[in-house]
């Protein structure tokens, strides 16, 4: 648990780096190219990993046939996510993908599909996820709301929208 | 209304990427499992970019090559979501991993590091944090 814990405030740090690493790229390099090289890299950098740690035995695995497709659902997430900051802009759409990320967790460990272990399901955990859901939507949309008091008084704190 | 769409089918999708990254590295391995979604999904990404015959790769030379390599760090966060999926279940996860990626997007904009303006810290963002905390903890008591 405790590990868990370390691992998921590790990965999202990190999460949010590779985003910002991104955003960069993308001032020059469009969304598409930047994906597949951060893909790219990612792949290089996940297969050095593993030859490392497991030398050969890294090649000896037996994959069922839809493991080959996982990869597809990665440019689903760039696409969808692409349209929506298009659409709504980053703040909106940013917070709603964290919602509806957070409530697809839930309904998935309830469910347990996929090899997923099954959770069951408890008005504690909605909770929890409600919680969840009112902080993302206060952190993304709050400073929004605080600055509409200024608008007329700075307009440029309204570009400064992320 | 299409704009919701897309951003609800986008965190549908990234939850989904999670629970089969989980899945699959259970029956194959991690790295095995880390290096062939990244693999399969840039076999898919260089084929929309050959259809859409985007040219914008040449580029890339512009970018400073610290950005251009981010890619690589996808090693370390499918490690840590892939190990954190298979201890603790995927709604825990998530709701961890979006807490660390608010605070560290709060360090980086107060910083502005990594030529991100720089923002002040906002009161707002702080209790947004502390309510997810408490979702968090709520979530697993």
Redesign the interface.
């Not at chain 2, 610290?66 to 840590?80: Q, R």
């Given at each position: 648990?405790a590990?868990?814990?370390l691992?998921?405030?590790?990965?999202?740090?990190?999460?949010?780096?590779?985003?910002?690493?991104?955003?960069?790229?993308k001032?020059?390099?469009?969304v598409?190219?930047t994906?597949?090289?951060?893909?790219?890299?990612?792949?290089?950098?996940?297969?050095?990993?593993?030859l490392a740690?497991?030398g050969a035995g890294?090649f000896k695995?037996?994959?069922?046939p839809w493991?080959?497709?996982?990869?597809?659902?990665?440019?689903?997430?760039?696409a969808?996510?692409t349209?929506?900051v298009?659409?709504?802009g980053p703040s909106?759409?940013i917070s709603?993908?964290?919602?509806?990320?957070?409530?697809?967790?839930?309904m998935?460990?309830t469910l347990g599909?996929?090899?997923?272990?099954q959770?069951p399901f408890t008005w504690?955990?909605l909770?929890?996820?409600?919680?969840?859901?009112?902080?993302?939507?206060?952190?993304?949309l709050?400073?929004k709301?605080?600055q509409k008091r200024f608008m007329n008084v700075d307009t440029n704190t309204l570009k400064?929208d992320? | 209304m299409?704009?919701?769409m897309?951003?609800?089918?986008?965190?549908?999708?990234?939850?989904?990427?999670?629970?089969?990254?989980?899945?699959?590295s259970?029956?194959?391995?991690?790295?095995?499992?880390?290096?062939?979604?990244?693999?399969?999904?840039?076999?898919?990404?260089?084929l929309?970019?050959a259809f859409?015959r985007?040219q914008?790769?040449r580029?890339?030379n512009?970018?400073?090559p610290?950005?251009?390599?981010?890619?690589?760090?996808?090693?370390?966060?499918?490690?840590?979501?892939m190990?954190?999926?298979?201890?603790?279940?995927?709604?825990?996860?998530?709701?961890?991993?979006?807490?660390?990626?608010?605070?560290?997007?709060i360090i980086?904009?107060t910083k502005g590091?990594?030529?991100?303006?720089k923002?002040k810290i906002?009161?707002?963002?702080i209790?947004?944090?502390?309510?997810?905390?408490?979702?968090?903890?709520?979530?697993?008591?």
């Open positions: 648990m590990i868990g814990i691992l998921a405030l590790v990965g999202g740090a990190f999460v949010c780096l590779q985003n910002t690493f991104n955003a960069n790229v001032k020059r390099v469009s598409w190219s994906t597949a090289l951060v893909l790219f890299l990612g792949f290089a950098a996940s297969f050095a990993a593993g740690i497991e890294l695995f037996q994959a069922e493991f080959w497709f996982s990869g597809i659902l990665g440019v689903g997430v760039v969808c996510v349209q929506g298009q659409i709504l909106r759409a709603l993908i964290m919602v509806s990320q957070i409530f697809f967790g839930l998935w460990d599909w996929f090899g997923l272990e959770v504690q955990s909770l929890g996820v409600v919680l969840i859901s009112s902080g993302v939507l206060l952190f993304q709050g400073p709301l605080e400064a992320k | 299409k704009g919701i897309f951003a609800l089918a986008g965190g549908f999708f990234l939850t989904f990427q999670s629970v089969a990254n989980a899945t699959i259970k029956e194959i391995g991690t790295w095995q499992a880390a290096a062939m979604t990244q693999l399969t999904g840039f076999v898919v990404a260089i929309i970019v859409i985007d914008s790769y580029q890339l512009q970018v400073s610290l950005y251009a390599s981010g890619g690589a760090l996808a090693a370390i966060v499918l490690f840590s979501n190990t954190a999926v298979h201890r603790m279940g995927v709604t825990l996860t998530i709701g961890i991993f979006l807490i660390a990626q608010l605070v560290m997007a980086i904009d590091w990594f030529d991100m303006s923002k906002n009161r707002m963002q209790a947004g944090v502390m309510l997810m905390i408490a979702g968090v903890i709520i979530l697993k008591w």
